[in-house]
């Protein structure tokens, strides 16, 4: 083969590997289970999948969670408990025990991809520290018997409080009485091509320092800036300025190679009297900002362009997390299945403006925009209308069965229905069963038979709509725009999501690219077809 030829065929694999092999900015989900009211894992399953996240944290190796993502192609990352931290260290026949009962009997078809050793181990009562690079060594020994050391990647998740300062960025350094155990774990993660695990809270930094943060800077969406000024960088969020923080840390210690994962950061949307950001509408703005950044524009001012993995921190509120009252309050779920506030994952909609201390002093916000209210476009053509209502004939005990069962495994967000918002009112049983039952109805097509739910309910062609309680109506039969009650988003849009479908969301960039490069591979394979010939 000529040489000219050579380079040509060598062009066209680089291209293919550009293609297979590109990086990508991912949001995950963590699942934490601190309660004693959550739905079954199989229905978490369901309800993810249906929301279309294809990433997943969970704080241990519970058996029953690791069968309920069983063949859903969902990757999980798992973890190790601080409690088990010293019998991983101490024995590798533990983690081979370990390992046998809790990992191999589920995998692939349960697709574990990482290990979280360890949480937040410099924050915790007892000094774990010195135990959690001999538990990552001895789980590493144990993949590596069992051929999965290059497919499961190890690492410890940490506070920011890691860091002895960490503004400005550039002036960020690990605390020196971390150093010790910092070096030789940051050496393990670089030979093993493993992240570094930060958990990020912009909602801690301005809850601790309301007087110096502004709220907007912490949500996103400051029409100002913050410059550092050693490197003249601009931070126009909190979130990039604590990141960088961790950035320059690192180069500080000489680890600047190593890729930085974010696996947890959020806001939570109920506190105390004195927590006043913590609101709903502030959740909601903090997320789908959070979102939006990481998938449409990567990177930070110190690397701008640069891919990261963020999990949103979390999927339910949890009851039995102890601290304030925010702590159990993070969710974007509540227990039941219901949403907390409608977050499109896709970050696509409409977000409601900062609720600052000055205009909610309970710490719960106003409603966003009108009347809690969010446009959503439901398309289709013509045909007669009709909604699914329940049955005045039905007895009470009736009509809350099927509710629960709407709101539960149904996978209606019923937050429309929850106090002070546009569907409470009237406070009844069959109120509340109409709209939900009405939802279930028009997100699953609308048929006589998602509007059975065992004879409690009834096919009406009358709007019953009231107020600022608007019911769906289903894609197939208005071609309006709605503005409907209690967001939908967190249930419905992802069956159309942007995340499964190409147009503006990482897949549609990385297609977009895919058409860019066959551009070049197809001239590439015809001058190589050409040359051979």
Not at 347 to 358: K, T
């Amino acid at each position: 083969m000529s040489t000219r030829l050579k380079l040509i065929f060598w062009t066209c694999v680089s291209i293919f590997a550009f293609l297979e092999f590109g990086a990508a900015s991912n949001i995950g989900i963590c699942y934490g289970r601190n309660a004693d009211n959550l739905p079954s894992p199989n229905k978490v399953s369901s309800l993810i999948q249906h929301l279309n996240i294809k990433f997943v944290r969970i704080y241990d190796s519970n058996i029953d969670v690791l069968k309920a993502f069983a063949n859903t192609n969902i990757e999980l990352m798992i973890g190790v408990p601080n409690a088990d931290l010293l019998a991983f260290a101490q024995f590798q026949s533990n983690v081979d025990t370990w390992l046998r009962n809790n990992i191999l009997p589920y995998y692939p078809t349960t697709k574990i991809t990482s290990i979280s050793v360890g949480l937040e181990v410099t924050e915790a009562p007892d000094n774990a520290t010195g135990l959690v690079l001999p538990a990552m060594q001895n789980i590493h020994t144990a993949l590596k018997k069992a051929g999965l050391d290059k497919k499961i990647k190890i690492s410890s998740s940490h506070s920011l409080a890691i860091l002895s300062r960490s503004f400005p960025p550039s002036s960020a350094t690990f605390s020196k009485k971390h150093s010790a155990f910092l070096k030789p774990m940051l050496e393990f993660l670089v030979e093993n091509d493993s992240p570094f695990m930060i958990d990020l809270y912009p909602y801690y930094a301005y809850r601790d320092s309301a007087e110096k943060v502004q709220l907007e800077y912490a949500l996103f969406e400051s029409s100002s800036q913050v410059v550092d000024p050693a490197t003249g960088l601009l931070y126009s969020n909190m979130f990039d300025a604590q990141l960088d923080a961790v950035y320059f840390a690192l180069t500080a210690m000489n680890f600047k190679s190593v890729k930085v994962m974010v696996t947890e950061s959020g806001w939570p949307s109920k506190g105390s009297p004195k927590e006043t950001a913590a609101t709903p509408d502030n959740a909601l703005a903090y997320n789908t900002n959070l979102i939006r950044h990481v998938i449409g524009d990567p990177g930070t001012p110190a690397k701008p362009g640069e891919e990261i993995d963020v999990y949103l921190f979390s999927l339910f509120n949890e009851n039995r997390k102890p601290g304030m009252e925010s702590e159990r309050n993070w969710g974007m779920f509540y227990a039941n299945g219901t949403s907390v506030y409608a977050l499109d994952f896709t970050g696509e909609s409409a977000v409601p403006g900062p609720v600052s201390p000055s205009n909610s002093t309970t710490g719960v916000s106003p409603s966003p925009g009108d009347n809690g209210n969010s446009t959503v476009t439901i398309g289709g053509g013509g045909g007669a209308k009709k909604w699914c209502v329940a049955s005045s004939q039905a007895s009470v005990t009736e009509l809350q069965s099927a509710l629960d069962w709407a709101c539960g495994p149904g996978n209606v967000d019923c937050s429309a229905v929850q106090p002070n918002q546009p569907c409470f009112e009237p406070d009844t049983v069959l109120s509340h069963a109409s709209y939900a039952f009405n939802t279930y109805y028009q997100q699953s097509g609308g048929s006589s038979l998602d509007c059975s739910f065992g004879g409690v309910s009834v096919e009406v062609d009358k709007d019953p709509s009231y107020g600022n309680c608007l019911y769906m109506i289903a894609p197939s039969t208005d071609g309006m725009n709605r503005t409907m009650a209690g967001n939908i988003t967190g249930n419905i849009t992802a069956i159309d999501s942007p995340l499964a479908s190409p147009s503006t969301s990482n897949e549609g960039i990385r297609q977009m690219v895919v058409s860019v490069a066959v551009s070049a591979l197809l001239p590439c394979f015809v001058v190589s077809l050409s040359l051979l010939w």
